[in-house]
Nanobody, 125 residues
Framework: QVQVTESGGGLAQVGGSVRVSCAAS????????LGWFRQRPGKEREFVAC????????AYADSVKWRSTIARNNDNNTMWLEISNLRADDTAIYYC??????????????????WGHGTQIAVSS
């Protein structure tokens, strides 16, 4: 069974940057498409970014595009998301998702079979 674990996040300042990481075990990491989703207070879970198995293809939500980077290292089974120029509305619980049935990743949460428990990012001014 694939287990997904997030780390990082915490308290950050408006205009600053933060990195959250994702580790996945129990399966072949290089065969997993991976994604980040977030749930802001009082809102539904939403897509943030995704990355293909090889790391060669990425996609971002408009809300974080141009100020975020998603990347992965298949040699040590980790993936991370870095968001810069943070805004107050980046405050959310960030979830990592994994799936072995797709190559590119997806903006749809239903496309992922495995989820972490989430890590909090709180942005303050």
């Amino acid at each position: 069974q694939v287990q997904v674990t997030e780390s990082g996040g915490g308290l950050a300042q408006v205009g600053g940057s933060v990195r959250v990481s994702c580790a996945a075990s129990g399966g072949s990491f290089s065969r997993m498409a991976l994604g980040w989703f977030r749930q802001r207070p009082g809102k539904e879970r939403e897509f943030v970014a995704c990355i293909s198995r090889s790391g060669g293809s990425t996609a971002y939500a408009d809300s974080v595009k141009w100020r975020s980077t998603i990347a992965r290292n298949n040699d040590n089974n980790t993936m991370w998301l870095e968001i810069s120029n943070l805004r107050a509305d980046d405050t959310a619980i960030y979830y990592c998702a994994a799936d072995t049935g797709q190559y590119y990743g997806s903006e749809h949460s239903s496309a992922y079979a495995y989820w972490g428990h989430g890590t909090q990012i709180a942005v303050s001014s």
